[in-house]
């Protein structure tokens, strides 16, 4: 079980710019648009080999110290090992918008162990026109900041 990492993200831009990130990084769960981190930094298709031989459909194939391919990955990548999506039992926890206007979005949510860096840093290229600040907080190790690390 990780430690988890609070995270707090305000979004600002002109409406037509947050609806643009709203509609291509978030998903729909129960009329809740959560940020669907698959969305802004797509993990990459583990049933096809890739030329290192990894990516094996996410099954583990080498001994039990080294970590599936999709966690290395999304490691690597995101900044964390889960998406913040719900579960396959549909669970969504940790997450909640605390306010939107045509012009902001604000989210609260958990990730394991770290904040998901690399998604910061996908959004802050892909959407140039967007302020985005993102405050983190992880209690069990004592850490605390503001992306992008300084």
Request: proline share 9%; aromatic share 16%.
């Amino acid at each position: 079980m990780p430690n988890w990492c609070s995270n707090e993200v305000q979004v600002y831009g002109k409406e037509k710019d947050i609806a643009k990130f709203v509609d291509e990084c978030f998903t729909d769960f129960k009329g809740t648009p959560v940020l669907d981190f698959n969305k802004v930094m797509p993990e990459p298709d583990y049933k096809k080999p890739q030329k290192d031989g990894t990516h094996n459909n996410g099954v583990q194939t080498q001994p039990s110290t080294v970590m599936p391919d999709w966690w290395t990955w999304r490691n690597d990548n995101w900044g964390t090992k889960w998406n913040l999506v719900p579960d396959p039992e549909g669970n969504l926890t940790g997450y909640e918008i605390v306010a939107q206007g045509d012009d902001y979005i604000q989210l609260e949510f958990e990730t394991a162990w770290s904040p998901p860096a690399g998604i910061y840093d996908t959004i802050f290229e892909k959407y140039p026109d967007l302020v985005v600040e993102w405050f983190y907080r992880e209690d069990g190790m004592q850490m605390a900041g503001w992306l992008p690390y300084e």
